[in-house]
């Protein structure tokens, strides 16, 4: 008998159909013996409409209200839920988050987990019952009611397969697993049947966006197994979806690289005749932090003449406030040259956590990407991933490239 | 410095327009230099659109589930109207049944009260917060989510008022008090300024749906200052509406009656020629109530040649239920001759305290509805009240010929 931790998130939720289909698989799952407990999100579309309610009042909701407001999205999926797996003939019991209980801080609408009592759940699991809990929300220590914002029903699943010791915690999506790439881009994208921790938060970070950052986080730091798999196979055509490990591989040949990400939504700025001294960096990004504009891919080439030139990455979206800052406020201040600006580029990466061990990795990206004439505008590295900028138009071409390169069309032996 | 408890239903909630006007009043309130605790319900229709989407899941939804489902109903207008009132800059917090707490039995879907924690409400008026608490809904003692049933949010104004000891609870509605009769019927119609508790309770019962039974039963139980007034008022044009008192009033010539309720949905059953031994009503009465059936008004007549006639009304919708049950048990079990029934009848009452010190209300009743040509087919008679049931087509007639036999157009001197 395993204690299973599921996750269904707002399109396994968004009809009564949908929502009778999630019933009798977890039915399939309790029958077969397991201990269940299920974290659900809202039904599609009902978090957008409660906001919109929200907005047609003030502008400017305040946060604790909003929190009030939009916990009522995932209160009514777990009654919904609770009701048709009673309906299939199995034990079920909703939960709150506030009857969990989750506590948490009482930073509204990005609250953080601090604590959860498994006690009630623990009793009800040993009564034979499926625990159906609301995902995304919590309760403060004065007992208002939190959400975790965005994502947070997987971070919900998570931290609740960490109390509870969970054997498995699986998030179903839409999606049947992580792939090599993007198969829209790559029709040769090849499901992962396993994928680290470490992968998996730099394939999240890079656009992959089959989980939220925070819960792959929050599961590697306790420990927790997380499969994502897919809420949309029929029964008898389930397929294991993709496990997320701690444990590295055992096999002797592990491969390289697993997978390529990429993010289209770039733009690249570049402040030209910095006078290179200590502390410009600082100089320059203080007031990008400030203006809470997020900085990815940051360069500094080697300077000449007593200058350099400062290059970094934002989102896309940022590009103009960014550039507005640069122009008129740091290029007096620092007395730089002129501030130039691209956002047309976008960023390809190479993730993998067999790179460690195989020196050589990037040359040989590198070298692929030469040979689709493919001019490389930035570089970046970390441990497990190999990161360039390039124009947004070698998007494809250089993913299809990698994706060959590395042989990720190829099942491993 | 007075403490306001005011109850905002449904129609008042029903639009964001709606609810500005709602923050408005409730500032003005506020402003006056009143402590103000306010109830209110969900947006109209909102409760009927949660219980369809539980019915298209299953047909008899967990009594558990729908409790956690429907009271996310007033979680939104809680936090809807709390972010409206902190937009006219008063300070105002949302309480859900559970943070209150409002401690209820078990019983879901028709939980009672049991208590009311007001610690934290207390702390929070002290702080110059106006409250806004979520009606219709509470806690059992196991963290389970209850609701009240039909007119709950009435019931958790009043509870509140007492457990605050609040001046004045206020019942806002979308008419502007309690009427002598339906205006609909007679336009003479007046409202009264006073009423008593005993006076709205015979009202009520008998079909002037302005307040829920349980919350006057509760409000006279607990001396709550009981008012009913309309929330369509514009500001500058509010009137005091009518006041639910427990003292009668101290006049000299107090009215005698106070009104003319009457209940359409009627239907009168008669069993012909029970043996008149003793036992009879209950062997009549109790598969009745088994069967869920509420009986109002009931009368033995007088027997001759050891047999008697027994009649009773149901509500209209039971009328064919009880005739079955009637016809194919108790007849035969009891040895009756025949079942006669009617469902075209209805009752027409005249209450007021009055009636208690001048005898002679009744004969004038009767000869109000004699010169009309109205034939009385049952009578039944309380201590404020006396209540005849006629054919359906004589409704208006007597209502307005009592109307005006007992003075009721008039003002009082």
Redesign the interface.
């Known amino acids: 008998m395993a204690l299973i931790v599921q996750k269904y998130g707002g399109t396994s939720m968004g009809t009564?159909e949908r929502?009778?289909d999630v019933a009798r698989r977890v039915n399939r799952w309790k029958t077969q013996g397991n201990q269940v407990v299920v974290v659900v999100s809202a039904m599609s579309g009902e978090t957008n409409r409660?906001l919109a309610?929200?907005k047609?009042?003030?502008p400017n909701?305040?946060p604790?209200?909003?929190d009030?407001?939009i916990?009522?999205g995932e209160?009514?999926t777990?009654?919904?839920l609770?009701?048709?797996l009673?309906?299939t003939g199995v034990k079920a019991?909703?939960y709150?988050g506030?009857?969990v209980k989750v506590l948490t801080d009482s930073v509204f609408t990005k609250a953080r987990i601090l604590s959860i009592d498994e006690e009630?759940m623990r009793r009800d699991l040993d009564n034979d019952t499926v625990i159906i809990v609301a995902g995304f929300q919590g309760v403060d220590e004065f007992?208002n009611?939190t959400t975790l914002g965005r994502g947070g029903s997987d971070t919900t699943a998570v931290a609740l397969a960490a109390a509870l010791k969970a054997d498995e915690c699986q998030i179903y999506t839409d999606v049947d697993g992580v792939y090599t790439t993007d198969p829209r881009i790559v029709p040769e994208a090849r499901k992962l049947d396993r994928i680290t921790f470490e992968e998996m938060l730099e394939m999240a970070s890079l656009g992959s966006k089959v989980l939220q950052i925070r819960s792959v986080e929050f599961a590697g730091k306790y420990k927790v197994k997380l499969r994502v798999l897919s809420s949309f196979e029929e029964e008898g055509k389930e397929t294991p979806g993709t496990l997320i490990t701690v444990e590295e591989d055992n096999q002797m040949e592990q491969p390289i690289i697993s997978g390529i990400a990429f993010n289209r939504d770039e733009a690249k700025l570049t402040v030209q005749g910095v006078p290179d001294r200590p502390g410009i960096a600082s100089q320059i990004l203080g007031p990008i932090a400030e203006a809470n504009i997020d900085v990815d891919v940051i360069i500094q080439n080697v300077g000449h003449d007593g200058t350099t030139d400062f290059s970094f990455t934002v989102n896309r979206g940022d590009y103009d406030r960014t550039f507005k800052i640069l122009d008129e406020k740091i290029k007096p201040h620092i007395g730089a040259r002129a501030i130039e600006g691209d956002n047309k580029i976008c960023k390809v990466s190479a993730v993998g956590v067999g790179m460690r061990s195989h020196p050589g990795v990037a040359s040989q990206m590198f070298r692929a990407l030469a040979e689709e004439g493919i001019n490389i505008r930035m570089i970046s590295t970390s441990e497990i991933k190999i990161s360039v900028v390039v124009d947004e138009k070698y998007l494809e071409l250089a993913v299809r490239a990698l994706h060959q390169a590395f042989g990720l069309d190829k099942a491993p032996d």
Do not use: F
């Open positions: 009564p929502i009778r409660l309610l929200a047609s009042i003030t909701p305040h604790r209200e909003l009030v407001m916990s009522t209160q009514v777990i009654a919904l609770a009701m048709a009673q309906d019991k909703s709150t506030a009857q009630n007992g009611i």
